[in-house]
């Protein structure tokens, strides 16, 4: 058979006579070459099937280099030609894996032998070759491995994935089974040797070495081939696999345990399966469910909530909604769902499936309206609380703007509610609290609102009344029905309170104007003494505005000590006919609007604590002006106001006693006035007045005659002095009344040893009257006004008593 071959012979002659003989013997010679360095490059381009091959050449590289390379890159035979055999160039020649050595000079018939051996051989050794590549790409292509332990020799050979792992390219390893070993995690070695002992078939997924995990499929079997003994295997990395195994049964375990009910539904939304805590919400067991579409029977026919709908309306991937669900008893449940599509890996492909997945939100609203109820009603009376005021009060001005109707608020607040909490005790007053809340529900109609605005405060909302008439008997009613008598502690109390009325949209715009209103018409029921209701009236919020007004300006002034000062009146000993005392007034000059009323902004300040820092500044600075007073005329008494709120100060003694010690007064000096109104109730002031009078001060009632006290009372109470109020004075001589009031009233003082001033003395003729029924002391614009400290010296340099 004519094959192509390539000479490389450096000697000419010898090239010349090879090639005449390839060519009897029927070959092709394509080329004869000179020097090994271009054998390479020849054979890529003409690709001889053949090459004879010199080993000492012309150039550098000798023949047993170029046979390497060309074995190499081409696996081309090559037989060698040479006139030497040297062990050394054996061995050189060997590493090509030539396919012939012939020894010049060789006849033609032996050439002839060579190359078709050769030949022959080059051909089975290509089949072969071209098997293990087709082997190696089919188990890289499948992701295998190969591997043979040789258990005789203790060796192993691997490829395809296996070379990873091993040696890359094959080769015999020795040590085979302890380098087969290291490549699992040591946790299987044991395992796997055991299997590998055992003379069967193996097929099991083992875990490889390293921290990140990584798993390996491996099959095996024990071969016997004549004495030696065998393990063959194939490997595969199953890591993937194996990883979305362990998902699977974590989603598995997931799907099962979950709380929330799950439902796969295929592209038509038919059931394909449900998982047990769906059975568990529902009632439906899944033989019921499956094949069917969820809107057939998770959702009442009336309040449809349509699966498909709601992601094709959506266009996105997934809908989550509050829906109403229906158990298989058909009792219905609050529950939230979620619908998500499914789609297949591949890219663009259709939905699969669907999961809809639903959660029983019952408790979630039960826990929800709970909080609803407590965030709007008062624990302690049931009523409703100052939220649902504001709440109900928005919705029902809103209706009554609607309907053009009528709507009311009554503001209700418990007047001595105080004294019942101090004297009786918290627990108790929280019960008749309760009893009065069940008395105010007792007497709402069915769209009324009562509500506990805090404390002893009420108010009732009372929508859709036909008149104001309505308003009057309700409040007639409340009146009667809270001051009823109360059983509490075994013993029975009785409690009244002040109502104010205010209604939409006569009197406010606004559901809080209307409330405020309310307010205020309480506060004048109460200022008009108490136990009564008023209807609230423009007047009530101009007053109201007058007195935040006052109250914050008020506030001011002390803050920064300016605008308050004390005048003082004289107070004439009408026995001795002598200026014998003063009392102190205080005056409010504010910078804006002049001067403010003393009557007005005390007033405000006693329904307020403000009042007991306004006296607190008197006594200090009276304590201070004493001094100076004293100058005036030897012992000069001072006298100054208290209110009823500094009575209940605690720290009044102690502010008196720090003040006397500071400016080192005399309190004997000092004279203490208390109107009689703040005596009515004298629970616990008589010992105040006491301690005053420990320290020496002397004290005096004020305003006496307006607070229908008793004369009688007189004598129980710790008082050195009476001041007849001003009212009685005035009408002497011509009211008889009056006159013979006042008469009593100085001939009682004598009997009880008490002093008694007439204050508002303006005339002479009340001077002549009041000393002819021996009265001491007299005050009044016919002496002098209240004055500032300065003006008091020049006063006095000009007093005559006539
Ligand atoms: P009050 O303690 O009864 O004081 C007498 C009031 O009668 C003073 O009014 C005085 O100016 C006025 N007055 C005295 N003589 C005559 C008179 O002849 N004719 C007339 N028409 N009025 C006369 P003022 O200063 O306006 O004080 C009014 C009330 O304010 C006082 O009545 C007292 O209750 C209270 N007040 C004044 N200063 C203080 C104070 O520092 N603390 C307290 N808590 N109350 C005070
Ligand atoms: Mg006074
Ligand atoms: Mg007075």
């Avoid at 008395?439 to 605005?453: N, W, Y």
């Avoid at 008020?554 to 107070?571: C, D, E, R, V, W």
């Avoid at 910078?591 to 300040?605: N, V, W």
Wanted: aromatic content about 8%; charged content about 25%.
């Amino acid at each position: 058979m004519n094959r192509n071959i390539l000479i490389v012979e450096d000697e000419h002659i010898v090239a010349l006579d090879l090639k005449m003989s390839l060519e009897d013997l029927g070959h092709t010679v394509v080329a004869t070459l000179a020097y090994g360095e271009e054998v390479l490059a020849t054979a890529n381009k003409l690709k001889p099937d053949l090459v004879l091959m010199d080993i000492q050449l012309a150039g550098n590289m000798r023949g047993t280099e170029a046979a390497r390379l060309l074995h190499n890159e081409m696996q081309l035979p090559v037989i060698f030609l040479s006139a030497f055999c040297d062990n050394n160039i054996l061995e050189h020649a060997e590493q090509s894996l030539p396919y012939g050595y012939l020894i010049k000079p060789y006849d033609r018939k032996e050439l002839d032998a060579s190359i078709r051996m050769a030949l022959c051989r080059h051909q089975a050794d290509q089949q072969v070759r071209r098997s293990e590549l087709r082997l190696q790409m089919a188990l890289q292509a499948a992701q295998l491995g190969l591997w043979e332990l040789d258990e005789t020799e203790n060796t192993l050979l691997s490829c395809g994935i296996v070379n990873d792992l091993l040696s890359n390219p094959p080769e015999v390893i020795c040590d085979g089974l302890e380098h087969l070993l290291q490549l699992f995690h040591p946790s299987e070695h044991q395992r796997l040797q055991q299997l590998f002992n055992r003379d069967r078939d193996i097929n099991v997924v083992m875990r490889l070495a390293g921290i990140q995990p990584r798993w390996i499929e491996l099959f095996a079997r024990h071969f016997q081939q004549g004495t030696q003994t065998l393990l063959v295997g194939v490997m595969r990395d199953v890591t993937e696999q194996q990883q979305s195994e362990h998902q699977l049964r974590q989603a598995h375990a997931v799907f099962q345990t979950t709380a929330e009910g799950i439902l796969i539904l295929d592209q038509n939304f038919k059931v394909l399966s449900v998982n047990p805590a769906f059975s568990t919400i529902t009632g439906y067991r899944s033989a019921d469910v499956l094949g069917q579409h969820p809107e057939s029977f998770l959702y009442p026919e009336n309040n449809h909530s349509p699966v498909a709908a709601k992601l094709s309306e959506l266009k996105s991937s997934h809908w989550s909604g509050e829906v109403v669900c229906l158990r298989k008893d058909q009792s219905c449940f609050p529950a939230w769902q979620h619908i998500c599509k499914v789609k297949s890996p591949q890219p663009g492909s259709a939905t699969s499936h669907y999961v809809l997945t639903f959660s029983n939100i019952s408790a979630l609203r039960r826990a929800e309206e709970n909080l609803a109820k407590l965030a709007f009603h008062d624990h302690l009376t049931g009523l409703g609380n100052r939220a649902k005021l504001e709440k109900t009060l928005k919705i029902e001005v809103e209706r009554a703007i609607r309907n053009k109707s009528m709507l009311g608020v009554m503001y209700l607040d418990l007047d001595g509610f105080k004294l019942v909490n101090d004297t009786l005790g918290h627990s108790t007053g929280d019960r008749m609290l309760q009893v009065i809340a069940q008395r105010i529900s007792e007497l709402t109609r069915a769209g009324d609102t009562a509500i506990r605005v805090g404390g002893d405060e009420f108010v009732i909302i009372t929508p859709d009344a036909s008149n104001p008439a309505f308003y009057h008997k309700v409040a007639e009613k409340l009146l009667r029905k809270i001051s009823e008598e109360i059983e509490l502690d075994n013993s029975q109390v009785q409690v009244s309170c002040s109502i104010g009325i205010a209604c939409f949209p006569e009197d406010a715009s606004s559901y809080d104007e209307l409330l405020k209103c309310a307010d205020l018409a309480m506060f004048a029921a109460k200022e008009s003494g108490r136990n009564r209701y008023s209807f609230f009236n423009v007047a009530m919020a101009d007053k109201t505005q007058e007195r935040v007004f006052i109250e914050k300006e008020l506030k001011a002034a002390l803050l920064k000590n300016s605008g308050l000062m004390l005048f003082y009146q004289p107070i004439i000993d009408l026995q001795q006919q002598k200026f014998c005392g003063v009392e102190a007034l205080i005056r409010w000059f504010h910078p804006d609007y002049g001067m403010i009323s003393t009557e007005k902004f005390i007033g405000i300040a006693e329904h307020s604590t403000l009042i007991v820092e306004v006296g607190a500044w008197v006594i200090d600075q009276v304590c201070k002006d004493m001094t100076a007073l004293q100058q005036l005329t030897p012992d000069l008494k001072v006298s100054l106001n208290l209110s009823v709120r500094q009575l209940e100060d605690e720290q009044l003694i102690e502010r008196v006693t720090q003040a006397v010690r500071h400016y080192q007064v005399n309190p004997a000096l000092l004279q203490f006035e208390i109107t009689e109104t703040a005596l009515q109730d004298l629970e616990g002031k008589v010992s105040v007045l006491q301690a005053l009078r420990d320290q020496g001060a002397t004290i005096a009632i004020d305003d006496f005659g307006t607070g229908f006290s008793s004369l009688s009372r007189l004598k129980h109470l710790p008082i050195n002095c009476v001041k007849i109020d001003r009212s009685f004075v005035m009408t002497i001589p011509h009211q008889s009344n009056d006159i013979e009031i006042t008469r009593a009233v100085c001939a009682l003082c004598q009997a009880l040893q008490l002093k008694v001033v007439a204050e508002g003395v303006e005339t002479w003729e009340q001077q002549q009257f009041l000393q002819s029924l021996n009265c001491d002391y007299a005050q009044g614009y016919l002496f002098a006004k209240p004055m500032p400290i300065s003006d008091l010296e020049k006063w006095l340099k000009n007093f005559r008593f006539d």
